[in-house]
């Protein structure tokens, strides 16, 4: 069985903190209800799940969110519920400002665990020198795109773009200088690409871009990307800037490949074509599922 990454999006992002917060209020709802019932006591302790709660999914802001309920509660229940005594008072104070001063601590020791899985998993799924996904995590999520595509419909169009001469840049400038201009061409494709899309440094000086939508698409982006890459420069000996380019090519699923292997072979097929026509430009594969045509040139 392949094991597959799920790249989360922004959408993925919302759904889960209006779980989270819908689990939260229910809690708050529950013991609020439990602790009116039977009376503070010793039962306002029972505040504690939801300031657990809170502190796991929303930090610091989670446990103050919690404190502010608390004290809330204890006014509004010794106002219409039950007389308030000194001694309930007190108790009512010192229970407050334990739970402010513990959720901070407890929101504060999460959001640095938070962080550092972020840290462990940015290791995992992405490449550490241009900040893109890397194959690993591209392949899996074509995968999931393909089978989305088979199941409910739609379209992909897959870029492959690829430096231009990368290999005498580096013979000529040297391998730090090579580094430096995949970092900011990662840099470029990842500002230029949607929250839906998906950048990937492939392997080497070459990159993948997969988004939904056809053909014309992914001209458009590829031709912006073409653009913008144009306009990068690196510092290298000497003083100097020099600025490089990049060769597309296009594919489409499913029109233009019968499954992702022969998506990713059409469009490095289109790359390969705009080098052989003089680099610089982009290149769209022609061909239908199941068939090889000449990819066709569109752009110089």
């Not at 229940?77 to 001694?87: D, G, I, L």
């Not at 959720?103 to 899985?117: I, N, T």
């Not at 870029?159 to 580096?170: E, G, P, S, T, V």
């Not at 990307?225 to 597309?248: H, N, P, Q, W, Y």
Request: aromatic residues 10%; glycine residues 10%; charged residues 20%.
């Amino acid at each position: 069985m392949t094991q597959t990454t799920h790249v989360p999006t922004d959408r993925d992002g919302r759904r889960l903190t209006l779980r989270r917060g819908a689990a939260l209020l229910a809690s708050l709802g529950v013991v609020s209800a439990l602790v009116t019932v039977a009376g503070p006591g010793y039962l306002w302790p029972l505040f504690l799940f939801p300031l657990v709660l809170a502190t796991v999914f929303f930090f610091e802001l989670g446990s103050l969110a919690v404190t502010v309920w608390l004290g809330n509660f204890f006014v509004l229940y010794f106002s219409f519920v039950a007389p308030a005594t000194p001694e309930m008072v007190r108790q009512a104070l010192l229970g407050t400002a334990l739970f402010f001063f513990a959720g901070l601590f407890l929101g504060r020791v999460q959001r640095r665990h938070r962080d550092a899985q972020r840290e462990l998993a940015a290791t995992t799924l992405t490449d550490r020198l241009t900040g893109l996904y890397n194959y690993g995590t591209f392949v899996d999520y074509l995968h999931n795109e393909v089978t989305k595509v088979d199941r409910y419909g739609g379209e992909l169009a897959l870029l492959m773009l690829d430096l231009d001469h990368f290999k005498q840049f580096n013979d000529r400038h040297g391998h730090e200088a090579g580094n430096e201009l995949l970092r900011r061409l990662g840099g470029a494709v990842g500002s230029l690409v949607r929250d839906a899309d998906v950048a990937a440094r492939y392997g080497g000086e070459e990159f993948a871009v997969l988004i939904r939508g056809d053909e014309s698409q992914g001209y458009e982006l590829a031709e912006r990307l073409r653009r913008a890459v144009e306009t990068v420069t690196v510092d290298v000996r000497g003083g100097e800037k020099v600025c490089a380019t990049i060769s597309v090519g296009i594919a489409t699923y499913p029109a233009g490949a019968a499954d992702e292997a022969e998506l990713i072979e059409s469009a490095d097929a289109a790359l390969y074509e705009s080098k052989r026509r003089g680099r610089n430009r982009v290149t769209i594969f022609t061909g239908v599922a199941g068939e090889r045509e000449l990819p066709a040139s569109l752009s110089a």
